[in-house]
């Protein structure tokens, strides 16, 4: 009776084994159907669009109809239709006549791009990205400065950036080694206040933004945050390009690079928030470096040239180029190093200063039409 119980025992045991492993493999076998289900369900991606023209990186003036040429390469899917999608407006584009007349009148000057995707049983099955460039369809003004006044400059101050607040100039110096935060008594050229960078770092522009002061630096991607009256520092920034100069609208900053392009930045994480591409009516404005905001309008230093640029912010499209050659000091035409650069606006007396690094004046300017 004992034996029996024993034999009766491990007969049980045995048969629930079978059973688990039984049951695993038909588990498995579900598994491996479902993936088969889910993996026949999703729409294969294939390449059947091209754009026969234009060529990607072409450029147009904006206010150009620009026939897109779109073109279908073989393939064994039936393709139901094709969706263009430009200026966040979409168009479908009918098979049997396969173009589209790009509208550009709206879009913003530099890079921008025409997405077109393909449908196939109701899935997008591919998709297409042509990016144009396109240049300003307005021709700058032409200006020139006049001098209005002429204050002393430290000719030591290799200026990099340049703003007026009530009553007096901050600026911002480099370059490695000399790099600085001033506070100056412009009509004197008195040092008030003095803040340097440690060696490593090569200053660029500043700006003021609320009761702070934000200075950039060259290539190190990090700007500092000062207290505007105490220069004490209150925190870092950090950016993924060269910073070169820095404005604000007195909602969002605004930074260069010096390429064409434009940051637009929360004031509070540097986060970028949008950017432009600067353009006249011939193509890209490079070498963009200290900005100054004034009444919806952007002026920049173009980089070893003595011309100040005037841009929309909100377009990219050069409204005026201002031709500064008069001002340049003796002996520093020609220049390659220390060039013209630094613009400050002071708004309730609407007063333009200008100067550049090492030179050993600052000017009060008007901008007059030629």
């Avoid at 173009?99 to 997008?124: H, I, M």
């Avoid at 009256?229 to 010096?258: A, E, H, V």
Wanted: hydrophobic share 35%; glycine share 8%.
């Amino acid at each position: 009776m004992k034996i029996t119980k024993t034999v009766t025992y491990n007969f049980i045991l045995f048969s629930l084994f079978l059973l688990q492993i039984s049951c695993s493999n038909q588990e498995k076998t579900n598994v491996k159907q479902d993936t088969n289900v889910k993996s026949e369900s999703v729409t294969k991606r294939v390449s059947v669009i091209e754009i026969d023209s234009p060529k990607s990186g072409e450029m147009f003036t904006i206010g150009d109809k620009v026939n897109i040429q779109i073109g279908l390469k073989e393939s064994d899917l039936n393709i139901d239709s094709l969706v263009v999608e430009s200026n966040r407006n979409k168009t479908t584009v009918y098979l049997d006549n396969i173009k589209y007349l790009w509208e550009t009148s709206e879009l913003k000057t530099g890079s921008n791009q025409l997405k077109v995707f393909a449908y196939s049983g109701g899935n997008k099955i591919d998709s297409y990205y042509l990016k144009l460039r396109f240049k300003s369809d307005i021709k700058p003004e032409q200006y020139e400065c006049k001098i209005i006044n002429t204050y002393p400059h430290d000719k030591n101050a290799y200026t990099q950036g340049l703003f007026y607040d009530n009553g007096v100039m901050y600026e911002g110096t480099g370059p490695r080694g000399e790099s600085s935060l001033r506070k100056v008594r412009f009509e004197t050229g008195e040092l008030i206040s003095v803040l340097s960078l440690e060696a490593r770092y090569f200053g660029e522009g500043i700006t003021a933004f609320g009761d702070k002061i934000i200075q950039l630096t060259l290539t190190s991607r990090i700007g500092f945050v000062y207290d505007k009256k105490s220069f004490k520092l209150i925190t870092t920034l950090k950016y993924p390009t060269q910073g070169w100069g820095i404005t604000t609208d007195g909602k969002k900053l605004i930074m260069s690079d010096g390429t064409q392009t434009i940051h637009f930045l929360d004031p509070e994480y540097f986060n970028e928030i949008g950017k432009i591409e600067v353009y006249d009516h011939e193509g890209p404005i490079r070498n963009l470096n200290e900005l100054e905001y004034v009444d919806g309008i952007i002026y920049a230093n173009v980089w070893q040239t003595e011309e100040i640029i005037a841009f929309d912010p909100i377009n990219g499209k050069v409204l005026k180029r201002i031709d500064c050659r008069k001002i340049v000091p003796n002996g520093f035409r020609g220049e390659r190093d220390n060039v013209l650069n630094g613009i400050a606006y002071d708004k309730k007396n609407n007063r333009y200063f200008i100067t550049g690094k090492r030179w050993p004046s600052l000017f009060e300017v008007k901008f007059v039409k030629k």
